[in-house]
């Protein structure tokens, strides 16, 4: 697992948050206040003015700190930054990593709010004041790297910035115009057309909002997402999305209260939502609020994969582009691997001792590593490509 944070000791004083990119080579004077630089130890005569900040592994002397002109934080871990990443550090000597510039799994935390509380809810809400975040934003989007191919934006639910999440979308196509945005949201706030409609008008070129649905029933969608008329909300927004021409996702977790349905909910994808760009039908991810609610919500893989088959294939053989994420390729069938894709971030994505036997772990998604800390499926078995014969693909 990729440290995503860190604390050391603060040495010369952060009132707010600061964000700056990362560096470790010395930055010319006038380039300085985007960047943070990272030095093993310091001395009186180093030049560190301009910088936004900077972070020195080693103890600071009195002297030397005296002297520092600088917000610093010393003695604090940063092995796992490299040039080009974006931190923010805050008062406490807290060193967040909010971007890793070598990273594909990079993604923008726009709220801790909802307005829905899903069973399995891996970022659980909370209230607060979004007010200093969106600035914190609009800075980190000015100092990622124009060649990142995708960036996520995810909470909590984003649409509740509002025209804020607006304002985001807009600076991410003038300042990264190559970069994949891939929106999470419930969809809900999408029932306004008028919201749908300023959203398509931005125009970014390479757009999609995944938006979850659980179930080709009503009150088995807002069970989940434990909010009444929440499905028919999702709905009307989705297809408000459509109208306007926003390529949408539809994302269906499948758990134990949702994958009795899947063949019904594929059939109601393709019925209503023909015009979905991709759906992708996902393993559940062992945190947050699945925690608690795991006895509810767990069944072995191997148990559905019967009804996941069914599912995929109905929605390949009419020509609906559709993925398998989060799953392992021994725990479901062969001939749905050409659907299945390693989806799981990079930072907290593992493997057992027992995939070093299998002679498909190069193209297997492997596990969460909640999963691997807390459950997984009892039938999880090293694969042999020689038995596979004709139907290796
Ligand atoms: S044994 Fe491990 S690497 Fe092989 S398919 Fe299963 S989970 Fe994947």
Redesign the pocket.
């Known amino acids: 697992m990729i440290p995503l944070s860190a604390y050391g000791k603060v040495s010369t004083g952060i009132q707010t948050t600061l964000i700056g990119r990362v560096t470790r080579e010395v930055i010319p004077a006038e380039a300085r206040a985007d960047y943070v630089l990272i030095v093993d130890v310091v001395d009186q005569s180093d030049d560190l003015a301009g910088y936004a900040a900077v972070l020195i592994a080693s103890r600071v002397s009195c002297d030397v700190q005296a002297d520092l002109q600088v917000p610093c934080v010393q003695l604090v871990q940063t092995d796992h930054l490299a040039s080009g990443d974006v931190v923010a550090i805050n008062c406490r000597g807290h060193v967040r990593t909010l971007y890793r510039r070598s990273s594909r799994h990079n993604a923008l935390f726009a709220t801790d709010r909802c307005n829905s509380y899903c069973l399995m809810c891996s970022q659980p809400p909370r209230d607060g004041d979004d007010s200093e975040r969106i600035r914190e934003h609009l800075r980190l989007v000015s100092l990622i790297s124009p060649e990142t191919s995708e960036l996520g934006i995810t909470g909590g639910e984003p649409t509740l910035l509002k025209n804020h999440l607006l304002d985001i979308v807009r600076v991410c196509k003038e300042r990264l115009p190559q970069t994949s945005l891939h929106i999470l949201s419930n969809g809900r706030l999408f029932y306004y057309g008028s919201f749908a409609r300023k959203l398509a008008e931005i125009q970014h070129p390479d757009v999609m909002i995944g938006i979850p649905l659980y179930s080709d029933l009503d009150v088995e969608h807002d069970y989940v997402v434990q909010a009444r008329g929440a499905f028919d909300e999702t709905l009307v927004g989705l297809q408000n999305l459509g109208k306007y021409g926003v390529p949408v996702e539809i994302r269906v977790v499948i758990h134990r209260l949702t994958f009795q349905r899947l063949p019904e909910l594929a059939e109601f994808v393709y019925r209503n939502l023909t015009f979905a760009a991709h759906i992708a039908l996902m393993g559940l991810e062992l945190t947050g609020f699945t925690i608690p609610n795991l006895e509810t919500l767990w069944i072995d893989p191997w148990d559905y994969r019967g009804s996941l088959e069914e599912a995929i294939l109905f929605l390949a053989a009419r020509g609906m582009p559709v993925s398998v994420y989060n799953h ?3 725990t479901v069938r062969e001939s749905i691997w050409p659907y299945c894709r390693q989806s799981i971030s990079d930072w907290k994505n593992e ?2 001792p ?2 070093d036997e ?1 002679e ?2 190069s193209q ?1 998604g ?1 596990f969460f590593t909640s999963g691997v800390k807390r459950r997984y499926s009892e039938h ?4 042999r490509i020689s038995a596979l014969g004709d139907r290796f693909f």
Request: glycine fraction near 6%; hydrophobic fraction near 45%; proline fraction near 6%.
């Open positions: 392992q390729l021994c493997f057992l027992m995939c299998c498909m772990k297997c492997g999880i078995h090293p694969l």
